[in-house]
């Protein structure tokens, strides 16, 4: 019968070292075929943390489930930096695009409630609010209303949608 180890990892960065070593080493499997295996599924993510799901066998061949990363390491990565702002409502750490916002949605919309990019944009969104992180220019808690009032339609919503 199978085991399972979840772990998060950064992505395309992974080593037999912690987390990946300690939870494999008493396991059946080979330690750097799984390494290489994550590594090769989560190189697009690049050195964001990537929940895995390891997943093997008492004869040592495993499967592996790459997740996507939280919300808040993609806007991180999106717009580079490293910390949310300590006082989010007052003080800013980051800008970004609608266009930007579109793409993390795209990334996130498996792993979100939302039915659509627009609805999966609110979501990601509301995360910039608790980072302390723009969106062109203007404090995330004020845009809400644009986005329903349909200001971005043009960029959140796709033809098919519409």
Known sequence: MGETIELLVPGGQATPGP???????????????????????TAAFDGTEVPVTVEYEEDGSFTI??????????IKDKAGFETGSGVPQEEFVADLTMEEVREVAEQKLPDLLAYDVKAAAKEVIGTCVTLGVTIEGIDARDIFDDIDAGEYDDVLVDAVEA
């Open 19 to 41: 987390p990946l070593g300690p939870e494999l080493g008493p396991t059946p499997v080979d330690v750097q075929a799984v390494v290489n295996e994550i590594n090769n599924q």
């Open 65 to 74: 489930e790459v997740g996507v990363p939280p919300t808040a390491a993609l």
